[in-house]
C-alpha cells in the first residue's frame, strides 16, 4: 500500500501549456510515490471555506509532480489555481485512487481514451506500460481546437521511441480553415483505430459526456464493460 499523506509543496515551476491549460510542478516529499493514473487533491481555502479539486498527475522526477490544469470559465477553483506562482505554498493530500493499470496490463493490447486534460494520467501511465511491455498501445486524444492540444511532442517522441506505441489526436473545431490535422471528434478515432479483433483494455478519462458515449459505442463494438476502465472529471 502507499502512503497517503498531507504536505505542504511548494510550486516549481508553472508553465503556459495551451491558452486554457498550465503545466504546473510541485514539490513532492521525498519519500512520495505514487502508481501512475493516481491523483493528488488541492486543498484550498477559499473565504474560510475548505475547497478540494481533485488533478491527475502527468508526469514526475525527483522531488516533484506535475498537474496540467485545466482553467474552467466560471469555475469556482481552477481559476484560482491559474493565478498560483513559482514559490507559492500549497496543501496537497495524496496519492489518491484506483484508476491504474491493471496487474495484467503488460501482458495484453491496451488502449487509452482522453478528452482535454483527460490525457495527462495517461503521460505517467503509458511510459510505464511501455517499459515492460511490446504488445500494442494506443493513445486517441480529442481537443475542440487545435491550441489546445497537450503533451503533444511528449506523445509524439513516445511513438517516435517507441515501435508498439501508435498516437492520435484529433480536432472537433479548428479554428484555422487549413488545419491539416485530423478532424472530428474522438469517436471517430476509435472507427479509424480499434484493432480488429481487439482482445485487449480500454481506459477511457475525461468528462462524463465523453466517457458515457465512448463506453456505450465500445460496448456495442463487443468490448465488455469489464475491459472498460474510467475516471471521470466531472
Ligand atoms: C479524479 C479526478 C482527477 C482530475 N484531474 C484533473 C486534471 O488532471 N486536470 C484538470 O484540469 N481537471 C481535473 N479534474 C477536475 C478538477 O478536479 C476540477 O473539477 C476542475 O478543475 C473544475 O474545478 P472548478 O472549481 O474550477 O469548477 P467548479 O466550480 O467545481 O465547476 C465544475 C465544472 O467544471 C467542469 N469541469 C471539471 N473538470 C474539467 C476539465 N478538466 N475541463 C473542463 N471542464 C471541467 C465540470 O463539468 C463542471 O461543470 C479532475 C477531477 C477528478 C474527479
Request: glycine share 6%; aromatic share 12%.
Amino acid at each position: 500500500m502507499l502512503k497517503i499523506t498531507k504536505f505542504e509543496s511548494e510550486i516549481l515551476e508553472v508553465n503556459q501549456e495551451t491558452p486554457s491549460v498550465k503545466t504546473i510542478r510541485f514539490s513532492v516529499p521525498e519519500e512520495f510515490e505514487f502508481n501512475p493514473g493516481q491523483f493528488v487533491a488541492f486543498i484550498l481555502d477559499i473565504d474560510g471555506k475548505e475547497e478540494r479539486r481533485f488533478y491527475s498527475i502527468a508526469k514526475h522526477g525527483k522531488g516533484y509532480i506535475e498537474a496540467a490544469i485545466n482553467k474552467v470559465k466560471n469555475g469556482r477553483v481552477s481559476p484560482i489555481i491559474h493565478n498560483w506562482k513559482k514559490e507559492d505554498k500549497v496543501k496537497i493530500h495524496g496519492p489518491l485512487g484506483m484508476f491504474v493499470l491493471k496487474k495484467d496490463a503488460f501482458e495484453k493490447e491496451n488502449i487509452f481514451i482522453a478528452t482535454g486534460t483527460g490525457v495527462a494520467p495517461f503521460a505517467a501511465m503509458i511510459p510505464k506500460l511501455l517499459s515492460g511491455t511490446d504488445k500494442k498501445v494506443i493513445l486517441l486524444a480529442g481537443y475542440k481546437h487545435e491550441n489546445e492540444i497537450i503533451y503533444d511532442k511528449f506523445f509524439s517522441d513516445l511513438n517516435k521511441n517507441n515501435k508498439n506505441f501508435e498516437y492520435h489526436a484529433v480536432i472537433s473545431r479548428p479554428e484555422n480553415p487549413q488545419y491539416k490535422g485530423s478532424i472530428g471528434r474522438v469517436q471517430s478515432l476509435i472507427e479509424n483505430h480499434l484493432p480488429h479483433n481487439f482482445a485487449g483494455d480500454v481506459y477511457l478519462c475525461g468528462l462524463y459526456e465523453m466517457i458515457k458515449d465512448v463506453e456505450q459505442m465500445l460496448i456495442q463494438k463487443g468490448i465488455a464493460k469489464e475491459r472498460i476502465i474510467f475516471e471521470r472529471y466531472d
